[in-house]
């Protein structure tokens, strides 16, 4: 828990709060999920990082410190992306070419992730969720000024909390095979009836745990009641709806490259795309020739 900001005090909006204090009761009784744990490295560079003037070299001897996490920076920034065809090989070089804020983004994105991983057989989701990252931050840059780092690790948690469930509850992974519509409110709702617990409000309490911005960790908890906080119904920051838009933009982007792991269904129409695109006012023909570009660079990436 952050110091000082106590969960019960998170405004989880109107419609949607969820119960806490059930939550904590049945984790203590043993009966449900349990949010895993930050490594002592991550928790390390998250204080050194929010001081007014990081050193660097302690950074490095951090990272230096943790193989998979020093191995995960390496990877990143050998990209062609930050690299521009050299290979990177000083962790140092790594970290000034990613710059502080990047760097965090990533090091706990690469640390939940393996924490999030004991439930297996998690390699198709973790592909997609990469790539809904990558379309959300893009579309990010493209439409709003808020923080690419912040869409891109919207877009890599916003379904962290299915691993939980899956690890969690017997039949969870049955229900999502058994899914036969994409629609968030339908899958929340399902989850809410028959294990008590949506993977929404889960992933959302993740992300707070893991010091994510609550932009972030607010997005995640909205994708089933999208519209209403759009339309202002439910509190919602203006960037966590910012974010949400990209999210859900990228999702139907996806979804028409039909790798959405686990329901192989058609994207959604430009027409129930409406309230997004109204939204961030980008009307249905520039989102189509959007949509097809972005399509087009995932085509040559594959």
């Excluded at 950074?59 to 050998?78: C, E, Q, W």
Aim: aromatic share 6%.
């Amino acid at each position: 828990m952050v110091a000082g900001k106590n969960e019960d005090s998170l405004n989880y909006g109107v419609f949607i709060k969820p119960d806490i204090q059930s939550m904590d009761t049945a984790l203590a009784e043993g009966k449900a999920y349990i949010l895993p744990p930050r490594p002592e490295a991550l928790i390390s560079l998250g204080r050194l990082l929010k001081s007014e003037t990081p050193d660097i070299a302690q950074v490095t001897g951090i990272l230096k410190r943790d193989p998979s996490l020093y191995s995960t920076v390496l990877a990143t920034v050998n990209k062609p992306l930050f690299c521009g065809g050299r290979t990177i090989s000083s962790i140092h070089h790594a970290v000034m070419l990613l710059g502080l804020e990047k760097l965090h983004s990533l090091v706990q994105i690469a640390a939940l992730k393996s924490s999030l991983s004991k439930a297996g057989r998690l390699e198709r989701f973790w592909d997609s969720a990469t790539e809904v990252a990558e379309l959300t931050a893009t579309l990010s840059r493209q439409l709003t000024d808020l923080p690419s780092e912040h869409a891109y690790s919207l877009g890599m948690l916003h379904d962290c909390g299915i691993p939980l469930m899956i690890e969690a509850f017997d039949g969870y992974r049955d229900l999502l095979q058994r899914m036969e519509t994409d629609d968030c409110q339908t899958l929340r709702d399902r989850e809410q009836t028959i294990f008590g617990y949506d993977h929404y409000r889960i992933g959302a309490r993740i992300a707070h745990h893991w010091y994510m911005p609550d932009s972030v960790s607010e997005a995640i908890r909205l994708q089933p009641d999208f519209q209403p906080a759009l339309a202002g119904r439910i509190d919602a920051s203006e960037a966590s709806k910012l974010l949400l838009c990209c999210l859900i933009l990228a999702k139907n982007i996806s979804r028409t490259y039909r790798r959405y792991w686990r329901i192989g269904s058609e994207p959604k129409p430009v027409e129930l795309l409406k309230p997004v695109l109204n939204y961030i006012g980008l009307p249905d023909v520039d989102y189509l020739d959007l949509r097809d570009d972005l399509l087009a660079n995932l085509e040559q990436i594959q």
